[in-house]
């Protein structure tokens, strides 16, 4: 049997989730339709989610279309879980996205849209709701061409729609099709221009091959009330969507997506494209790590459930199963191989921060340990300890406060309390700075770091291996990584390339420990030496306004940073396109209805920072300031005094 695996994407309140109930209904996997409004559908698990009737987490259903299994994956819809949509969408053989006849394009559907073009993500258009009152065909169609893809097909047209009567017809080919298949094909182009309409077998074909290769997206009108265009839209996942490809020789499997069990052990979501797994099965876990890095450790496998075929022996190419067993997984990791580690969804860094605290006045420990355990689980959570002792939460939006809270209230039985969200800066080298500690100084180590500009965070040796135990290299290591989370400004330090210069030791007395604490005193004297450089987060938006509004928006946001980088007519507007600070985004968004009287139409989402102009923000540190020796070194001995009980 052939599978494909795809995900359900739309704007929040498109009716995705209630699409993947009438999908699973009309296939014979549930006998009832759930509903969004009380809480019963089938893949919104969580509290939260039956509670504001959005989807947060991927879940994972299974159903059959002819000789097909299709895995289904409803992807969040609210813009805040974006990184959510990326991850999932990387292990999609195809994607539907979902808009609604009534509301029509969204600003969240232009990013999903802009996101699955940019991967080559074959894709089929369904539009909702054909059978509310406002719900339009023709003129969202020409909507649709203008601001998402003008290379659309659609598969049928809608009948009676805006009323309880509407339903979907649809047909074989037409010859509609021609002009945006022949952009692609040259015999179709002849054909065109010829006036040649070849028959309908070949625009079927040509559809096809073009679906799969994401140049073209075939467009269907429904209802998932009513259940009307559901058939047509399962034919076309049926044969125009690609099947997954072929299998590779060697095992490799793609965490995105991780649970808890009943008795709490983790539960990976697995999408596997070679080999196989099977329970009691003992593999290697691969990891990149922040500073590109891969590491590696093994463990056994418990339990692999294939979802659609729960009897399986094992998970093959193709398939998706919930594996057991592995305790220290994160999502991203990769089972079996690393190869393929570089292809996964890249996620800008969350630029929101914000403290959580307990309602109840309990112990902060606990409340620490839980917020670790879910960083341990989602690479998209992080978390600090403040200056203050406290916890905070990197973030993407405001909306995953509540997710976060319902988390801890729901798993861990803590009630929270955030802070007002602040925006995270980051810091880069600006020039080549050396610094140099050697042993007997107060530390018996010798350490010698070089800073300078790189990619990412880069680690060099300019020592010989053998010149330290491995223990005390990685020590160092592990102490630079660590110590780039604080640059001379307080802000996580990037794009950076550090190199070990010198390197020594006294035997017996030189621990490990040593190294620990000496190597973020250096490393903050040759940033110093280097200079470092503060940016803030931005996005790249895009705005469409009416031609008299043009000048107006553009000087509106030029006065709160942005940069404008085109402006081009689309249709009979305007459409703007740039950059701006991540601060005044939420101003943006307040002043175009007034400045366009509310036709203009704003999208935006985080796209990589600046450089702060004037004077650049401070955080407060937590590593006892190591740029300064004196207070660096009390702070050391204060941090041992707890550490010992005083004694």
């Known amino acids: 049997m052939h599978t494909v695996n795809i995900g359900i994407l739309a704007h929040v309140d498109a009716g995705k989730t209630s699409l993947t109930e009438r999908l699973l209904f009309d296939t014979g996997v549930i006998d009832r339709l759930g509903s969004v409004d009380s809480g019963t559908t089938q893949t919104d ?191 076309a996942i049926a044969d125009l969507l690609p099947p997954a490809p072929p299998a590779e020789p060697a095992p490799r499997a793609r965490v995105f997506a991780i649970t808890r069990g009943p008795g709490g052990a983790k539960v990976a979501y697995a999408r596997s494209y ?81 403290v959580v605290r307990r309602r109840d006045g309990g112990p902060a420990a606990d409340l620490h340990t839980a917020l670790l355990r879910m960083t341990d689980e989602d690479p998209l959570i992080h978390t600090r300890v403040t200056a203050a002792g ?36 980051l810091e880069r080298p600006t020039g080549v700075g050396s610094a140099l500690e050697v042993i007997g100084n107060g530390f018996f180590g010798t350490v010698g770091l070089r800073v300078e500009p790189g990619r990412g965070i880069e680690y060099d040796l300019a020592v010989e291996l053998g010149s330290l135990p491995l223990a005390y290299h990685k020590a160092i290591e592990d102490s630079v990584v660590r110590a780039l989370e604080q640059g001379l400004y307080g802000w996580p330090v990037t794009d950076v390339r550090v190199t070990l210069t010198h390197s020594g030791y006294w035997s017996p007395i030189t621990v490990a420990g040593d190294f620990r604490d000496l190597t973020p005193h250096v490393l903050l004297r040759a940033l110093a030496a280097a200079g470092t450089r503060v940016f803030e987060p931005c996005h790249r938006f895009e705005a469409d306004v009416p031609a008299a509004a043009l000048g107006p928006v553009t000087g509106g946001l030029a006065h709160l940073g942005g940069r404008v980088d085109e402006t081009a007519p689309v249709g009979d507007t305007w459409r703007i396109t740039g950059s701006i600070p991540a601060r005044a985004v939420a101003d943006a968004q307040r002043r175009l209805p007034d400045l366009t009287n509310g036709e203009g139409l704003w999208t935006s989402a985080p796209a990589g920072d600046r450089p702060v102009a004037g004077r650049p923000p401070r955080r407060d540190r937590t590593d006892g300031n190591p740029l300064d020796r004196v207070e660096y070194t009390r702070w050391l001995a204060q941090r041992d005094l707890a550490t010992s009980g005083g004694q």
């Not at 298949?181 to 559809?207: G, I």
């Not at 339990?303 to 093959?316: E, K």
Request: with cysteine; charged share 20%.
């Open 45 to 235: 698990t969580g509290e939260i989610e039956r509670r504001r009737g959005i989807t947060i987490r991927s879940a994972v259903t299974a159903l059959r279309v002819g000789d097909r299994q299709v895995n289904l994956i409803d992807t969040p819809g609210h813009r805040d879980f974006m990184a959510e949509v990326e991850r999932a969408l990387g292990v999609l053989d195809g994607a539907v996205l979902v808009l609604s006849a009534v509301e029509g394009v969204q600003p969240h559907t232009r990013l999903l849209m802009r996101t699955c073009r940019a991967m080559r993500l074959p894709t089929l258009l369904f539009v909702n709701k054909i059978d509310r009152v406002g719900a339009r065909d023709t003129a969202l169609l020409a909507d649709i061409r203008r601001l998402l893809t003008p290379a659309i097909a659609p598969l049928g047209r809608a009948r009676a729609i805006g009323t309880a009567a509407a339903s979907f017809t649809a047909y074989e080919a037409s010859d509609d099709w021609l002009p945006v298949l022949a952009e692609h094909d040259d015999a179709l182009l002849a054909a065109y221009v010829e006036d040649r309409p070849p028959p309908p077998a070949t625009l079927r074909a040509a559809l096809r091959a073009q679906t799969a290769a994401g140049h073209v997206h075939p467009l269907l009108f429904g209802s998932a009330l009513s259940g009307s265009g559901v058939p047509e839209l399962l034919d």
């Open 390 to 425: 406290e916890t905070a939460v990197l973030l993407y939006g405001e909306v995953q406060k509540e997710v976060i809270a319902a988390t801890l209230a729901g798993s861990y039985g803590i009630a929270v309390e955030f802070t007002p969200t602040q925006l995270v800066h």
């Open 274 to 354: 070679g080999g196989s797994l099977a329970a009691r099965q003992r593999v290697p876990v691969f990891r990149r790590t922040a500073d590109g890095r891969v590491e590696t450790h093994r463990a056994q496998l418990t339990g692999v459930t294939v979802i659609g075929d729960p009897q399986a022996p094992a998970l093959t190419a193709g398939y998706i199963a919930a594996l057991s067993g592995l305790a220290g997984v994160r999502i991203g990791d990769q089972i079996g191989s690393a190869a393929g580690l570089d292809t996964g969804a890249h996620f800008p860094r969350p630029g929101l921060e914000t």
